[in-house]
């Protein structure tokens, strides 16, 4: 009787160092994938910024209509999601 305990106390620590190593092997892929989609949300936001900017710039200088300037502001942010989507896959 004692001799089945132990094997059972075994094979519930296999058990439990397989869980252990399973779960910590997947860290490593999220990680990776946390940082692309910082990366990629960085990138837009930075997108957005320069985009906001251009446009007072583009009115400040009054060189186009109001409809030109907000063509540019969207095709910036355009390049913004591209960029994104280049850094995510």
Known sequence: MFESRNGLWNQIGRVLVMVGLLALSGAAPATEQSQQRQQGRNANQAAKQEARSGKVDCRA???????QCRQDKRDTKQEGRQEKRDIKY
């Open 61 to 67: 200088e009054n060189q186009k209509s109001n409809a």
